[in-house]
């Protein structure tokens, strides 16, 4: 079974950043999702109880990485993969944080992780 819930490019406002300019600022940065679930029961009920709501998640994932200002965006990209683990019981999620503004000559600069249910238990 490898279906997935998806979301490209949510934009959160948030401070990060290692130097001491970026600590008076906000700078956007740019999350996608990928995110394991079995879509099947959804399908079959059109319920929504039954579907990982993507609303939700973007709302949590927003709040998450508002909260508090951040160095590195490894930190952001670690902590909404704990999330989505525990909070949405998601059994493996994909984590790209972008911060598109980081460097000039670059489109985007980025970090992806993956983390699953077992790793996240050891
Ligand atoms: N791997 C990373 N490298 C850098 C980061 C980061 O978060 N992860 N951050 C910076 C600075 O904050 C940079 O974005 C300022 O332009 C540098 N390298």
């Not at 700078?27 to 999702?33: A, P, W």
């Not at 995110?35 to 319920?47: E, H, V």
């Amino acid at each position: 079974m490898k279906d997935q819930v998806l979301i490209d490019g949510l934009k959160v406002d948030t401070v990060i950043g290692v130097y001491d300019w970026e600590k008076q600022i906000k700078q956007q940065l740019s999350i996608d999702l990928a995110m394991a679930w079995d879509n099947r029961p959804a399908a079959a009920s059109d319920d929504l109880a039954d579907a990982l709501d993507y609303a939700s998640v973007a709302e949590a994932v927003t709040n998450l990485i508002q909260q508090r200002p951040r160095q590195l965006i490894e930190q952001v990209a670690e902590e909404v993969a704990q999330l989505l683990l525990t909070e949405f019981k998601v059994t493996e999620v994909t984590v790209t944080v972008a911060k598109p503004g980081a460097v000039p000559a670059a489109n985007s600069v980025a970090v992806k992780i993956t983390r699953s249910a077992i790793a996240a238990k050891e």
